[in-house]
């Protein structure tokens, strides 16, 4: 199965709306493994005929503050530090690069302009990880 990307959730003069992506490159499928579908529709099971997979307490859309605090406790309680969802992205990108993807579907995938610009922000990503694995090796010597 796939996933299309045609909206996103924003929060807009303090209301939680749904709004256009910023980019044409935005606008995506991406492809979901069965696991992942089978956990959505499960998901879509509990909510019922509410249009939202994953709804707020009101039963709207969950807002973006809401996702992020339900990221930062996760991590927290598995001991990881805290990173924000854009960070994920170039997690990805760099894990699906070094495992052999191409890096034409990759910038598709992440919606992207260009794979110049993937393999960008992916070799920054090398980098700071690199530095932080040297800050934490010297400390421990």
């Given at each position: 199965g796939d996933l299309r990307v045609k909206r996103q959730i924003a929060r807009i003069n303090g209301?939680?709306?749904?709004?256009?992506?910023?980019?044409k490159n935005a606008y995506r499928t991406l492809p979901l493994a069965k696991d992942t579908i089978d956990v959505l529709n499960q998901q879509k099971k509990k909510v019922g005929s509410c249009p939202w997979v994953f709804p707020g307490p009101t039963g709207g859309p969950m807002?973006?503050?809401s996702v992020l605090h339900m990221l930062h406790r996760v991590l927290k309680r598995a001991g990881l530090p805290r990173?924000?969802?854009?960070?994920l992205r170039h997690t990805f990108a760099t894990l699906a690069l070094q495992n052999g993807a191409d890096v034409k579907t990759v910038s598709g995938m992440l919606?992207?302009?260009?794979a110049?610009?993937?393999l960008d922000t992916s070799t920054s990503?090398?980098?700071?990880?690199?530095?932080?694995?040297?800050?934490?090796?010297?400390?421990?010597?």
């Open positions: 209301e939680v709306v749904e709004a256009p992506l910023k980019t807002s973006p503050d990173v924000r969802f854009h960070d919606g992207h302009y260009s110049g610009f993937t990503a090398q980098r700071q990880a690199a530095e932080a694995m040297e800050h934490v090796l010297s400390g421990s010597l």
